[in-house]
């Protein structure tokens, strides 16, 4: 669900404004919907993220101004966070950039071209000024008990459900991260900063939701939504006692999990937890520790335990093909993967392949050796197309990650029963590390055509 774009149109009076969303995955033609709705409108916003979302983001702005060119265009989301200036210095018919949280920044520029007074005054853009590119003050991260609550009714909630084939609500509790991690941009956007919604408000919000909206999953969307194990589990008893009957997943730090109590997972398991993603990336502590991930492996293998013992599915991602990865990191993320997915069925361990994501502390480090990033806005639309194998990984490792990916889900994922002598066969390639001749590989793409993954 477009959470960006709710949060930002909840934060107005329905009585005076009209906040229309258009989502490309849902509407089939965006631009109809566009013609009858900018002719008045006060500005037209786009969450942009960085990649191929870009690309969307450019071609219909663009759009809109060659169309509508008195109509203000407001990029804000990760992309224009850590671009802020750059875009509009190559983006004409881009006029402003919102940085970080966009609820208050998002009303003060609305007020702001209504009333048609400065935008100097509004913290956390970048705008023009005669031709002139112009970075304001930045704004710190409002508390987001002191933000109105995001109103689902500005979107068509069951054609979302239809969308994903089941009643699953997306929602939003946490903004920011405390962590550091050297591969993430959420430290540059956010300055390690963390702000979260109470446990007694989001029963209140979620029970209302739920007698709305009927949903029978919950995917809370946070980067860390297990920060803090004490609200968590004030979370899940808000969910028994208003007898909110529904499953729900959420992101965990193997080191927020290793410091719940046996009660508080209980608690959670309970309440209808079915699944936590925890990011695990690598089976080395060196490059854990490179990372700056401030985890160790044996939380992960504790969280595994626990999370075993409770029930709970687990999505462990990996990433492999940082610069200068060494063969041993390679071999201990391969040993742990093993290790995992021969602990529950119910573990999935995703391996994507990295990419100088623009913000992380690692992308600072290989642009000063020389590593040359996309050089303008659109250069960005084209980077991580899904399918590619990132600069640091060679055709070989590529083609084994790729083998050992399919290898690992065919002999550890769910299948019907036919299927025992290909999984047993899969499992002995995985034991013996032999993905030689992947004939089954081949057999199967032509039978199931697969989707890549990025
Ligand atoms: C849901 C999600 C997805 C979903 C849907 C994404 C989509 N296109 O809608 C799925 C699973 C598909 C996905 C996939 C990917 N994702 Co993703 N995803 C998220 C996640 C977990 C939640 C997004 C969300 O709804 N947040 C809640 C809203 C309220 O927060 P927000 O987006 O930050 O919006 C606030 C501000 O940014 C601002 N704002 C945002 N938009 C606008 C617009 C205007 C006009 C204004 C004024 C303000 C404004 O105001 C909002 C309220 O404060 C975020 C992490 C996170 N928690 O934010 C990662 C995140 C967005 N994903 C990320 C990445 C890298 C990916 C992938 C590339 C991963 C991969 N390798 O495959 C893919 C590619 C996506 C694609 N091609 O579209 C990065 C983006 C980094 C970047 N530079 O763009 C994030 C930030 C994770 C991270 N920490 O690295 N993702
Ligand atoms: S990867 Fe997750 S824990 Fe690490 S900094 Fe990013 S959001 Fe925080």
């Known amino acids: 669900m477009p959470l960006a774009l709710m949060a930002i149109g909840s934060c107005f009076d329905k009585t005076k404004y009209e906040v229309i969303i258009i989502d490309g995955r849902l509407h089939k033609n965006p631009k109809e919907l566009l013609e009858v709705h900018l002719k008045d409108a006060i500005c037209f916003g786009v969450t942009v993220l960085t990649g191929s979302p870009l690309k969307d983001a450019l071609e219909v702005t663009e759009w809109v101004k060659n169309h509508y060119p008195k109509v203000p265009t407001v990029w804000g989301g990760w992309h224009p966070s850590l671009f802020p200036t750059e875009i509009l210095t190559d983006t004409p018919f881009v006029d402003i950039t919102v940085q970080g949280q966009g609820e208050i920044t998002f009303q003060e520029i609305v007020s702001s071209i209504e009333n048609e007074t400065n935008l100097n005054e509004v913290k956390g853009i970048c705008c023009r000024n005669n031709n002139e590119v112009i ?4 704004r710190l991260l409002t508390p987001m008990d002191d933000l109105p609550s995001i109103d689902y009714s500005l979107i068509d909630v069951e054609a979302y459900f239809k969308l994903k084939g089941k009643r699953q609500l997306d929602y939003i509790s946490s903004t920011g991260c405390y962590f550091r991690c050297t591969f993430c941009a959420d430290p540059f956007v956010f300055g390690r900063s963390f702000t979260a919604l109470s446990a007694e408000r989001m029963g209140e919000e979620l029970e209302e939701l739920y007698r709305k909206y009927n949903f029978e999953d919950l995917n809370f969307q946070d980067e860390t939504f297990f920060t803090y194990p004490k609200r968590i589990a004030k979370i899940a008893k808000e969910l028994i006692d208003r007898n909110i009957k529904t499953s729900w997943a959420g992101t965990m730090r193997a080191d927020q999990g290793a410091r719940m109590t046996e009660e508080q997972f209980e608690l959670c398991v309970k309440s209808g937890l079915r699944r936590v993603l925890i990011g695990v990336e690598s089976g080395s502590q060196e490059m854990m520790d490179w990372l700056s991930k401030d985890i160790k492996l044996e939380q992960v293998l504790f969280c595994a335990e626990r999370c075993k013992k409770f029930g709970i599915a687990v999505i462990f991602p990996f990433i492999v093909g940082f610069p200068e990865e060494t063969e041993e990191s390679i071999v201990a993320t391969r040993n742990l993967i093993l290790q995992l997915r021969g602990m529950s069925s119910s573990f999935e361990t995703p391996i994507f392949y990295f990419k100088p994501y623009p913000g992380s502390k690692i992308t600072e480090d290989v642009v000063k050796k020389g590593y040359q990033l996309p050089q303008s806005t659109i250069a960005w ?11 640091w990984v060679s055709k070989e490792k590529y083609r084994f990650f790729e083998r050992f990916k399919f290898y690992i889900k065919a002999a550890y994922g769910k ?10 066969l899969a499992k002995a390639r995985c034991k013996f590390n032999a993905f030689g001749l992947p004939f089954e590989k081949s057999i199967f793409e032509v039978l199931f055509k697969q989707q890549k993954l990025s």
């Open 135 to 138: 970075k304001n003050p930045g």
């Open 381 to 391: 639309g084209d980077f991580d197309y899904i399918g590619s194998k990132g600069p």
């Open 415 to 424: 299948a019907p029963a036919y299927r025992a002598p290909f999984k047993w």
